[in-house]
């Protein structure tokens, strides 16, 4: 079954970094773009990065762009977020995210558990 779980959130202080991974499995993993979503108590959950199956290409949210970095290393299933010169609001629970067709070609959304992230001083 597809699964995926998130890795390496935690405390970190304004200005600091934090590299988060997420582990996949139950698909081809190459064949599929990945992406991390952020959710603040009580407000939508919101899209920070994707990337393409092949890593040729991503995307950012306007308020991580120049600070964070997607990447993938599709050897190994996993997908990272390094992220740099981390703010308060960053302060969220980070989730990784797959839109995945399986085997009766239906698409299904799979998401991970989720790891808090807390940027405070």
């Known amino acids: 079954q597809v699964h995926l779980m998130e890795s390496g959130g935690g405390l970190v202080q304004p200005g600091g970094s934090l590299r988060l991974s997420c582990v996949a499995s139950?698909?081809?993993?190459?064949?599929?773009?990945m992406s991390w979503y952020r959710q603040h108590p009580g407000k939508e959950r919101e899209l920070v990065a994707v990337?393409?199956?092949?890593?040729?290409?991503?995307n950012y949210a306007d308020f991580v762009k120049g600070r964070f970095a997607i990447s993938r290393d599709n050897a190994k299933n996993t997908v990272d977020l390094q992220m740099n010169i981390l703010k308060p609001e960053d302060t969220a629970v980070y989730y990784c995210?797959?839109?995945?067709?399986?085997?009766?070609?239906?698409?299904?959304?799979?998401w991970g558990q989720g790891t808090q992230v807390t940027v405070s001083a």
């Open positions: 139950g698909f081809a993993f190459s064949k599929f773009a």
């Open positions: 990337i393409s199956g092949d890593g040729s290409s991503t």
């Open positions: 995210y797959a839109k995945v067709q399986v085997q009766n070609n239906r698409w299904y959304d799979f």
